[in-house]
């Protein structure tokens, strides 16, 4: 546990450049940081809550750390060393999370559950290096793969495959790695919309062939009336 808080103190002073140097910076992280704080809680009332089957007291704990840092980390929830959680105020972490080493969670993030789930892992399972937005919401149990960034406000669904940047009201893959999704070169581009319009154009004469062939056949059908008549 000694060697987890460490680590949570370090991701501290690693991801926030507030944070200044020197003895004063280890009081600031210390004492002034809520979200080194709702971790630091947490790896206390886990082990109660998980290994101990320790009642009632867990959570009132963590109501507790909610009340003091804003930040609402169920005992429940599985979280690596080296987490870091920024700012804080309105994040939410569900019992069965899985949030692994070296995250990043700004405020209001919520890994959560859609209600719809049956089985008891309902919440997201985000793998080593996952950036999450202000304001995102990642629901149910899908998994976040390995380096994956969530834009803020996006909505998290469906599983995120490693290292793809998310972003929109309803997630969609905007960046796999440095590669962005749908910038095609302006050649291509160009041949498609040629190909597009070739295909439109053979569409039309295939369409008036058909007119005229209809056309004559209801004539002969009106001459063939005619003579019988």
Request: proline share 6%; net charge positive; hydrophobic share 40%.
């Amino acid at each position: 546990m000694w060697r987890t808080i460490v680590e949570d103190y370090r991701a501290v002073r690693r991801n926030d450049p507030a944070i200044p140097g020197g003895l004063r910076g280890s009081l600031e992280t210390l004492l002034c940081t809520p979200g080194f704080q709702a971790l630091l809680v947490h790896r206390l009332v886990h082990p109660l809550h998980v290994s101990l089957k320790v009642p009632v007291l867990p959570r009132l704990l963590s109501l507790v750390a909610r009340w003091w840092t804003g930040i609402e980390i169920h005992p429940g929830a599985r979280i690596a060393p080296g987490v870091f959680i920024d700012h804080g105020s309105g994040v939410v972490v569900g019992e069965s999370a899985v949030v692994g080493r070296g995250c990043v969670l700004f405020q209001g993030v919520t890994l959560g559950a859609t209600g719809n789930e049956r089985t008891w892992q309902r919440h997201p399972i985000l793998e080593e290096g996952v950036f999450v937005g202000s304001g995102a919401r990642v629901l149910g149990p899908v998994t976040l793969g390995k380096g994956a960034r969530i834009g803020a406000n996006a909505v998290v669904l469906e599983d995120v495959p490693p290292d793809t940047t998310m972003v929109g009201p309803k997630a969609r893959a905007v960046k796999v790695g440095r590669a962005r999704i749908g910038n095609l070169p302006e050649g291509v581009c160009r041949q498609g919309m040629e190909d597009l319009t070739a295909r439109m154009e053979s569409l039309e004469r295939e369409v008036r062939s058909l007119r005229r062939q209809l056309e004559a056949a209801q004539g002969l059908e009106e001459r063939g009336m005619e003579a019988t008549g």
